[in-house]
């Protein structure tokens, strides 16, 4: 018969097992994680576009009422911004599905999923505006900013 009064620590397969299932939770909560970084890169994208509108706003509000022109291509919205006067963001204007540049597209934006994830989403455009109280024209007074997020497109356009 032994004796289990000397006995002082664990035994190799008890700290074995104990490894195995910190494991086993350590994978689940890595998989369940996972699925909460999405919607908020996505929160993060659309809080990017409100604040690049606001940015805009506010130049046109020191502009006459006329919006900055649109690049000429693709174009970086920091540099863009910056050449153009209309720096007002607190921060760089980043994709977060990228970590890349957010850029300036004039053609039709290219949709953000988890399998593609582009940095080439924006779409700027400008129109001129017929203010209805006084019936002035402005020129660029009318901005658009188009872009998508897998299936959904976001159109947000100053003045309403």
Known sequence: MVKMKNRKGFSLLELVVVVAIIGIIAAAVMINAGQFSYPAK??????????????????????SGSFP????????????????????????????????DAIICNAAPTAIDKATASACVLQYTLSNYQDPISGLTITNGQMTLVYELGNQTTTITVPQ
């Open 42 to 63: 996505v929160n993060t994208w659309k809080s990017s576009m409100e604040s690049l509108k606001n940015s805009l706003v506010i130049y046109a509000s020191t502009h």
């Open 69 to 100: 022109p649109a690049p000429s291509g693709n174009e970086n919205v920091n540099q863009w911004l910056a050449t153009k006067g209309a720096y007002f963001l607190d921060k760089p204007m980043t994709n977060p599905f990228t970590g890349a």
